[in-house]
């Protein structure tokens, strides 16, 4: 991802069948309407900054994930919303940028907006606030002190990581964390901060979500295999040195990462609205049968295959209404 700045970065995974990322959140895009963020699999909401440079917030998130974006209007912080559709509740997720120099007699009315009326959501990204409890080396700014007192007042939850999430090269800068996580409906978020990058670390939060049917099973895998076959040549680097049974279990563990990695980023993934029906082997073979009349008529024009191809599709429109 191309940016002018290094962006702060969330990364949720939420444990289906798989490990895979499933939605990132991102402040400070410092991105235009001109500019297009088109990551494979994922479907982008963004608010730019459009009156000057810098800002800007962004979610990226699975397509195979029920979910759909809302619109929170705030006045004085920055935030992209969406709704992931759960059975025991949609889940409200923000991604939100405070401004330092922003008011912050403004930023609990913003927060106020955001949870209100929601019983399960999380809002993270760059709060810019400083307090004690999550800041023991710095002096509380009045952003960080409104936020843990309305923390506080509401019994959400703060979640901090034990690391710093904001680190600059200055010599006389203390390492500090402004990028965090403010839930309520949510327990048990593990959170940490993963890398070091320039100016910010992005910051990794795991939430179990409860669906009643994994969203893998209700929706297509569409593989790019030349892709696919470009990532696997250049991440395997032909036959690893086998010595014992350890080993072979590492090289198979190493090959099964390489193959899955491989498809979850050359793969585009369709939502199906219901649920996949299992078509019995009988009515395939028929199925593959008309394609073959039908392409051989389309060449000919005899009308016998015109006939039978007729008689083929009736009888295969009526195993797929008894199968349904």
């Known amino acids: 991802m191309l940016m002018k700045s290094t962006p702060k970065t969330t990364i949720w995974e939420a444990y289906f069948n798989d490990n895979s990322t499933d939605i990132i959140t991102l402040q400070e895009t410092f991105l235009r309407p001109s500019i297009n963020l088109n990551i494979a699999s994922y479907s982008p909401y963004r608010n730019d900054r459009l009156t000057h440079r810098g800002g800007g917030t962004t979610i990226l998130v699975k397509n195979s994930i029920a979910h759909h974006s809302i619109n929170i209007f705030t006045s004085t ?8 559709e759960g059975s025991s509740g949609n889940i409200t997720i923000c991604s939100l940028y405070r401004p330092p120099v922003s008011s912050v007699s403004s930023f609990i009315p913003d927060s106020i907006k955001i949870f209100r009326n929601r019983t399960q959501c999380i809002v993270v990204g760059d709060f810019n606030a400083k307090q004690i409890t999550w800041n023991p080396s710095h002096h509380p700014n009045p952003a960080g002190a409104s936020l843990h007192n309305y923390a506080r007042s509401c019994v959400y939850v703060i979640s901090v990581p034990s690391n710093p999430t904001r680190i600059l090269s200055q010599l006389n800068h203390i390492p500090s964390v402004i990028d965090l996580g403010l839930s309520c409906g949510l327990n048990n978020i593990p959170v940490k901060s993963r890398y070091e990058l320039s100016g910010h670390s992005p ?17 297509k895998t569409i593989p790019n295999w030349k892709k696919f076959q470009d990532i696997l040549s250049a991440t395997i680097a032909g ?12 090289a198979i563990i190493c090959l099964n990462d390489n193959i899955h990695t491989a498809i979850n980023q050359t793969s585009k993934f369709k939502s199906m609205k219901q649920d996949f029906t299992l078509v019995p082997y009988p009515t395939r073979i028929k199925i593959r049968g008309k394609n073959r009349l039908r392409k051989l008529w389309q060449q000919t024009r005899y009308p016998p295959l015109r006939t039978e191809l007729n008689h083929l599709q009736r009888d295969i429109k009526r195993d797929l209404l008894n199968i349904k």
């Open 203 to 219: 910051v990794h939060y795991v939430i179990n979500f409860n669906f009643l049917i994994s969203h893998l099973f209700n929706c």
């Open 77 to 84: 912080v920055g935030n992209t919303s969406i709704e992931i």
């Open 239 to 250: 036959n690893p040195t086998i010595n014992s049974l350890e080993d072979i279990e590492e």
